[in-house]
């Protein structure tokens, strides 16, 4: 699974707030993991002195030889 950084940034663009999502466990999908980054990026966007949010997606990648 990915990791996510979801960043609230005040109206300068400093960084005020960060959620770190590093696993969504689910015995079978029962919701998309986007769905759950973005309720976090709305509610984040809904927050007094936030003026935008920003999310990061990242993944290793592992080559067997």
């Not at 400093?14 to 976090?40: K, L, R, S, T």
């Amino acid at each position: 699974m990915p990791t996510y950084l979801i960043t609230g940034k005040n109206g300068s663009g400093e960084p005020m707030v960060q959620v770190n999502i590093a696993a969504i466990n689910q015995e079978q999908q029962v919701v998309a993991e986007i769905d759950v980054v973005n309720a976090v990026r709305t509610f984040l966007a809904s927050v007094d002195g936030v003026g935008s949010v920003v999310a990061q997606r990242y993944e290793q990648v592992i080559t067997v030889i």
